[in-house]
């Protein structure tokens, strides 16, 4: 993307992940530039999160398409030297295909151009502090076309050609609520945005807020526009403190651009925006609490009898939705219903994001159309699975999800066919499990979580999430029955109907996955007494193998001094003293401690 | 001294214009401050935003990241997000239970250390993940607890 911002230097180093990461890496660079003079044609640009974790941090100089990874204060000299000034690349501090050989070029990484990047499309690209560099990218243009050119009514119309589904989990057609809500009787209307992000293992919501705030807030004029609202809240954990600072800083700026507030671009339209800083909680970010939050009680939900398009917030028509979802409303508007329907599959238009993670090589954001199988999405993208282990299985969808086998990896991912395997779309949370991962230890983790997170309201959930983790619980310590697995099903779908909101709903699900593709798992577990993964610890012991040649540095570190050796020879594990605590796993270089 | 807290929480409370919709974020700003939520200052929030007692415990103990028992001076957190679950999570904090000789959710008696279980940190790259004091701890295995732990001494907060 070479933009107007770009062309007065002559070249931009766009330097992502180094908030928590790097602090010192921007400082380094700008010294480094400024001592060899170079400050009038280069620029250190602190862009947001470009979504390649396990590679970070990452710099990206343009126009030229040079990518760096894993950079550190330490390697800037060398780089502006040869890079900068010579026009050579640094062979080793390219990226590595694990398949291949070393990548210099952005655009030649698979990681990235096998993905279809549209929520993602100005993420680590600019400077999320920058109003200016975001309205030369087009920011803002989709806002005065709809409000100059098209009506409330022609905005709905095109996102519902578009065919744009809610991307906060149940993937809820968004024109449908905007229609609800535009129509729904009242003078006062709220838009909201869902910034809670409360699935344990998604970063996507979080970095996109990070990274490219004045996209969220320009979906959310349109749609304010659209359903005839003037004020609305944007609901962030306050644990995400970025995110929070971040959206603040735009919503400022943009009112200095008069893109916020009173008679909008001189249209007549006035809209107001806040951040409104909740509390970290998994149900928290479900429509209803989340409006009792920005109300100032606690984050329960309640009964949706009359939907919150009707009666929401503080009793008034409300259109909630993810801040993904607001983040594609301006290119829909700007690039066409026709253009974003193309993509994806017929229900399931568009593109998802998913965040990577567990035993995957490119652990971080991907973005896919609609309808990309497993396959790809983990091997083409995610760059497969490390130390050369197999693939078991996934786990999307977060808590709410379920686990979806090997055998299902040329399945696409969209709504409905995930939710036929028994798993869901939920966030685009995806863990993957390879064959050292128990998916009932999984199982057991999310219930685990959950019953924590279950508000307690319905009984069904809250004594069902105890229950059937008190079962799981049994079956990893050996104490399982085989009758269990029968009584785990049955509750997990009376579990299922008698709860209220989506979380007692989709609690059962990692459960009732996994015991639906991996039974064989569940038996191995209750009628041999073995983890086949090698993680319960109650079913494990830990042995050292011939590889062993008697370093003695596992003996030293074990803390149960449960290891035996002479020097240079083969040690021992005393299997009564053990604890299966992994110490000597994880401390052995010479893989000499397996597990069985 | 609880005078001054006292006055300090009514600053806060002021400073939110005393209005009930911003309870959490006069909660946050105390836990911000104090590091725990201390029963008389929440007493304090209930009696001046008008709230009835039992709401903002409800509150100050709905959410993970308030906590109303005080923290140490070191705060370590090992996440136990999904993607440090599977490598290992689980097996680093007991680790870490062994190492300083307490549970999750405890405090050292002699108040330098406390260790608490968190959800996903949002650093998934580098799990397992800890962090201490908001310190990053990338890919901590449990050979590389004590270490951890080691490093703290190093850091010990300027004597006041
Ligand atoms: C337990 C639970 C947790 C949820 N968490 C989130 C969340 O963190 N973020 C989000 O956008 N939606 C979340 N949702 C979905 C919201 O209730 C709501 O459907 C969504 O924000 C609407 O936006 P959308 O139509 O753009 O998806 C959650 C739902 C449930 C039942
Ligand atoms: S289903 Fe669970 S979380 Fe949802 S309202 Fe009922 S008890 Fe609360
Ligand atoms: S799961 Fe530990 S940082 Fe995300």
């Known amino acids: 993307m070479n933009t107007s911002k770009t062309q007065k230097h002559r070249a931009d180093l766009l330097v992502s992940c180094v908030h928590d990461r790097a602090p010192d890496l921007i400082p380094a660079l700008e010294a480094e530039v400024k001592r060899r003079g170079l400050e009038g044609e280069v620029k250190v640009v602190e862009a947001g999160c470009r979504g390649f974790c396990s590679m970070g941090p990452v710099l990206l100089i343009q126009p030229d398409g040079t990518f760096y990874v894993n950079v550190q204060p ?26 291949s050989h070393a990548c210099a070029l952005y655009e030649d990484i698979s990681f990235y151009s096998k993905q279809h990047r549209i929520v993602l499309r100005n993420c680590g690209m600019l400077n999320p502090a920058s109003v200016e560099e975001y309205i030369a990218v087009g920011g803002y ?39 609800t809500g535009r129509k729904a009787e009242g003078d006062i209307k709220y838009v909201l945005a869902n910034g809670d992000e409360g699935d344990p293992n998604c970063f996507m919501d979080r970095a996109l807020m990070e990274a490219d705030p004045h996209s969220i807030l320009e979906g959310m004029i349109i749609g304010a526009y659209a359903m005839d609202a003037h004020q609305g809240y944007i609901y962030i954990p306050y644990e995400h403190t970025l995110s929070v600072k971040t ?23 006035d809209f107001e925006v806040e951040v409104r800083v909740g509390a970290h909680s998994f149900v928290g970010g479900e429509s209803t609490a989340l409006m009792h ?14 939907h919150t398009t009707e009666v929401g917030l503080w009793g008034k028509p409300t259109c909630l939705n993810n801040v993904k979802t607001w983040n594609l409303v301006p290119e829909i508007i700007g690039k066409g219903a026709e253009w974003f329907a193309s993509i994806g599959t017929e229900k399931s238009t568009g593109t998802q994001v998913f965040s990577l993670a567990g035993k995957i090589n490119n652990v971080g954001l991907a973005e896919v159309p609609m309808g990309t199988t497993i396959r790809e999405l983990i091997f083409d993208v995610g760059g497969g699975i490390p130390n050369g282990r197999e693939f078991k299985a996934i786990q999307i969808g977060g808590p709410s999800g379920g686990a979806v086998p090997a055998s299902l990896l040329d399945m696409p991912m969209d709504y409905e066919t995930l939710e036929e395997a028994g798993s869901m779309m939920g966030t685009g949370g995806v863990v993957v499990l390879d064959d050292r991962s128990c998916v009932i230890d999984v199982a057991r983790y999310f219930l685990d979580f959950l019953k924590d997170q279950s508000c307690g309201k319905c009984s069904s959930c809250r004594e069902g999430i105890r229950y059937m983790l008190e079962m799981l619980t049994n079956i990893t310590e050996g104490k399982g029955k085989m009758s269990d697995l029968e009584v785990l099903e049955r509750m997990g779908k009376s579990v299922k109907i008698s709860s209220m909101c989506g979380l007692g709903k989709s609690v059962p699900n990692p459960v009732l996955s996994t015991l639906r593709h991996f039974r064989d798992e569940y038996v191995a577990h209750i009628e041999d007494h073995k983890c086949p993964a090698g993680v319960c610890k109650a079913l494990i012991e830990h042995y050292i193998n011939d590889q062993c040649n008697g370093c003695g540095l596992c003996l030293r570190k074990c803390p149960q001094d449960a290891i035996t050796g002479e020097k240079k020879e083969l040690h021992t594990i005393d299997a009564e003293k053990c604890i299966q605590c992994g110490v000597c796993f994880d401390v052995c270089r010479f893989d000499a401690v397996g597990v069985r | 001294m609880e005078q001054t807290k006292l006055e300090r929480v009514d600053e806060i409370i002021d400073c939110y214009g005393a ?22 200052l929440l007493e304090r929030v209930a009696e001046r935003l008008g709230l009835p007692e039992g709401e903002v415990y409800r509150m100050a103990t709905f959410y993970h990241s308030f906590s109303t028992k005080p923290r140490g001076d070191f705060c370590i957190r090992v996440c136990m997000g999904t993607a440090c679950h599977v490598n290992g999570g689980p097996r680093v904090l007991e680790a870490f239970e062994r190492e300083l000789g307490i549970k999750a959710g405890e405090s050292t008696p002699d108040g330098a250390y406390s260790l608490e279980a968190t959800a996903c940190l949002g650093a998934c790259a580098q799990a397992p993940y800890v962090t201490i004091n908001e310190e990053p701890h990338a890919k901590v295995t449990t050979d590389r607890v004590s270490d951890v732990v080691a490093t703290c001494n190093c850091a010990l907060p300027e004597a006041e």
């Open chain 1, 247 to 269: 959206m603040r800083n735009a919503i400022e700026s943009a009112r200095a651009y008069g893109l916020i507030g009173e008679d909008i671009l001189g249209s007549g339209f």
């Open chain 1, 74 to 99: 330490a390697d800037v000299p060398e780089m502006v030297e040869e890079t900068l000034v010579k026009g050579r690349v640094v062979e080793r501090m390219t990226y590595q295909e694990p398949s």
């Open chain 2, 19 to 40: 209005d009930k919709a911003l309870s959490l974020a006069v909660l946050q700003e105390i836990q911000t401050e104090y590091n725990y939520l201390p029963r008389e």
């Open chain 1, 141 to 179: 243009e989709a806002v005065g076309k709809a409000l100059f050119d098209m009506t409330p009514e022609g905005v709905i119309e095109e996102v519902k050609k578009a065919g744009l589904r809610g991307r906060g989990g149940a993937g809820f057609a968004a024109a449908r609520k905007w229609e």
């Open chain 1, 293 to 306: 939050a920005i109300e100032g009680t606690v984050s329960e939900p309640r009964p949706k009898h009359i």
